[in-house]
T-cell receptor
Framework: EAGVAQSPRYKIIEKRQSVAFWCNPI?????LYWYQQILGQGPKLLIQ????????DSQLPKDRFSAERLKGVDSTLKIQPAKLEDSAVYLC????????????FGQGTRLTVV | GNSVTQMEGPVTLSEEAFLTINCTYT??????LFWYVQYPGEGLQLLLK?????DKGSNKGFEATYRKETTSFHLEKGSVQVSDSAVYFC???????????FGQGTRLTINP
């Protein structure tokens, strides 16, 4: 079974530029998460989708971050404009959406804003 | 609110030592509890889980018991190996909404 796919693996941009990350979850998984992991910290949930609807985006900085999950499958996370403090690893995860099931994570995208 | 608090690291042990990494949580209802591990250069992967009170999750010699009375899910291993060096994350999944929340992580280094 294929895992969660993310691209790109690495990205370096200048502040005020825009960037987009892509995630393809495990086939059939209804729930998709985007996390931000700053060096030395635990993953922080940015947004959670159930199929193509948003369940929780309470910690998403909506003035600069946006995310969508068209057709309830792939998802993109965008940052525009980027700030230095956005430097982090962006993790995508998916789960079946059933109670008590674990989430499966992709390798992440390491973003450096200079 | 709902949250997870982990023992602060880093933790350094010698090979074959006994390991405990503490994890406590605050949550309403009956969350599911997880330990994830992140090996150097790799992504997060599930180590073990428990879905109800008194359940014990186990994998690769690691164990953790869901203690509702103390709201804890401490990770233990009787004899650690150099290959266990990694960052360990405790996490909880809210009942119903399926929101998955992580602790801050504990970096473990095992010396030969």
């Amino acid at each position: 079974e294929a895992g969660v796919a993310q691209s790109p693996r690495y990205k370096i941009i200048e502040k005020r530029q825009s960037v987009a990350f892509w995630c393809n979850p495990i086939s059939g998984h209804a729930t998709l998460y985007w996390y931000q992991q700053i060096l030395g910290q635990g993953p922080k949930l940015l947004i959670q989708f159930q199929n193509n609807g948003v369940v929780d985006d309470s910690q998403l900085p909506k003035d600069r971050f946006s995310a969508e999950r068209l057709k309830g499958v792939d998802s993109t996370l965008k940052i525009q404009p980027a700030k230095l403090e956005d430097s982090a690893v962006y993790l995508c995860a998916s789960s079946t959406g059933q109670e008590n099931t674990e989430a499966f994570f992709g390798q992440g995208t390491r973003l450096t804003v200079v | 609110g709902n949250s997870v608090t982990q023992m602060e690291g880093p933790v350094t042990l010698s090979e074959e030592a006994f390991l405990t990494i503490n994890c406590t949580y605050t949550a309403t209802g009956y969350p599911s509890l997880f330990w994830y591990v992140q090996y150097p250069g790799e992504g997060l992967q599930l180590l073990l889980k428990a879905t109800k009170a008194d359940d014990k999750g186990s994998n690769k010699g690691f164990e953790a018991t869901y203690r509702k009375e103390t709201t804890s899910f401490h990770l233990e291993k009787g004899s650690v190996q150099v290959s266990d060096s990694a960052v360990y994350f405790c996490a909880l999944k809210f009942q119903g909404a399926q929101k998955l929340v992580f602790g801050q992580g504990t970096r473990l280094t095992i010396n030969p």
